[in-house]
């Protein structure tokens, strides 16, 4: 079980014990008569204790051995694969490719792997500057080499939220006007919570409820990807824009493709110039819902070509019959070579900006979920073509959702077309 849903169950116990001790509570003052503030704050936490107390009795041991299990079978990957990391060879075609996966211990699958390899180009973070950036070079945040023609993409305002109950939801709804809890929490303490609660919500709808300036995310380069490796239906020249709100996340719906937006353009280096932050990002308002800021930190990107076959995830998400644990621990100790091998392009498997290839995917496939959103059936998934991968970059501000990524997927003939525009975004985090 992943460590999110583990707490995510956890939660939603400990709720499930307080609307019992609630309940109970309830049920002791309609016998016993109205028990006071106190009396019945302790009888509460009494109940939501010996509730809470029980679980984690059972679970501790359950979780204590799940974790040392799940260690040790991590540490024992690891240790094998930096101690075979030389071993592990280069590969620039498929043949080569399908000998290191023998190699490492994948046999009978090492064909079916090769075959489902993908020509990608990886984008190595470099340092974090921008001065010394070349205009139209690829990178990551900082302010975009744009057309002067090209205005910097706003979201449309969202629909304004309706209040089912008049007051502030924490005191009217969870506790009601004449409750016992109402009246307990009805202190300095309590109003302040409340107020700023009530602020949140009234600076969110200040941003939301308006048009606003999408973030940039990343540049890339064609022209010099093309110098690297040439990907298959991708553009030779060009440069590809890549913009994102950085509080209403893509998480793939239609609706939520007005959060992000590609520019596609082919103009030349001499008819960019490197646009300023929008003056919404230095509102008040704006800071003060997202004290980190909504601009990025510029960061060099590196391309560098690379044939690689689907991630371990992958094989995970598709579940192959007969793929056995000896089979998965062996192609996690091949990604884990990789890893201590080439520490700067891959971040150890936790930073991977992409282009072309095959979706890192989190959860379930990626180019599947592009094709579900957009409408196409499921048979189609195929069609589809990872555009561009953005992880999470703490250092230079980018953090999407919980450490996940941003793709941009299209339709393999709009990308053989440059139909650009026709972008589906998804986030998907842990």
Not at 170 to 183: C, F, S, V
Not at 342 to 353: K, N, Q
């Amino acid at each position: 079980m992943r460590l999110s849903v583990f707490i995510a169950l956890l939660i939603a116990y400990v709720v499930g014990c307080m609307a019992v001790a609630f309940v109970a509570v309830w049920v002791i003052e309609h016998i016993v008569g109205d028990l006071g503030p106190d009396v019945s704050t302790i009888v509460f936490a009494i109940i939501v204790f010996g509730l809470v107390t029980q679980v984690m009795r059972v679970l501790q041991p359950l979780m204590l051995r799940s974790h040392a299990k799940q260690h040790a079978r991590s540490v024992q990957l690891v240790t094998a694969a930096r101690a075979s990391a030389a071993e592990l060879p280069q590969w620039s075609n498929r043949p080569e490719l399908e000998a290191a996966l023998r190699g490492a211990g994948l046999a009978e699958w090492a064909p079916r792997l090769a075959d489902l390899a993908r020509r990608c180009i990886l984008l190595v973070p470099g340092p974090i500057a921008e001065d010394v950036t070349p205009i139209g070079a690829c990178r990551l945040g900082g302010q975009p080499d744009m057309p002067a023609d090209v205005d910097w993409p706003l979201r449309p305002p969202f629909p304004p939220r309706r209040r089912l109950v008049a007051g502030p939801p924490p005191g009217h709804i969870l506790l009601g006007r004449y409750h016992w809890l109402h009246r307990l929490f009805r202190s300095r303490q309590w109003k302040q919570v409340v107020q700023r609660w009530e602020r949140s919500h009234q600076v969110e709808a200040e941003v939301r409820n308006r048009e606003w300036p999408l973030s940039f995310v990343a540049q890339v380069d064609f022209a010099e990807l093309h110098a690297v490796c040439a990907l298959d239906d991708f553009p030779a020249t060009g440069r590809l824009l890549f913009f994102c709100d950085e509080f209403d996340w893509p998480w793939g719906e239609a609706e939520d493709q007005a959060r992000a937006r590609v520019i596609f353009t082919h103009q030349p280096v001499e008819r960019l110039e490197r646009k300023p932050v929008p003056p919404q990002f230095n509102e008040p308002v704006a800071r003060e819902l997202m004290p980190r800021g909504w601009a990025f930190k510029p960061r060099i990107l590196r391309p560098t070509a690379w044939l690689l076959p689907p991630h371990a995830a992958f094989i995970t998400q598709h579940n192959w019959p007969g793929w056995s644990d000896a089979q998965h621990d062996a192609y996690r100790q091949f990604w884990e070579r990789l890893y201590t091998q080439y520490p700067d392009m891959f971040g150890h498997g936790e930073a991977v900006h992409q282009v072309g290839g095959t979706a890192w995917s989190i959860q379930d496939p990626v180019e599947a979920e592009c094709a579900r959103f957009a409408g196409d059936p499921p048979e189609r998934a195929d069609g589809w073509q990872l555009v561009l991968q953005i992880d999470s970059d703490i250092e230079v501000g980018m953090e999407w959702g919980d450490v996940g990524r941003l793709y941009v997927c299209a339709r393999k003939e709009d990308v053989a077309a440059g139909r650009f525009d026709r972008c589906w975004t998804v986030m998907q985090c842990y």
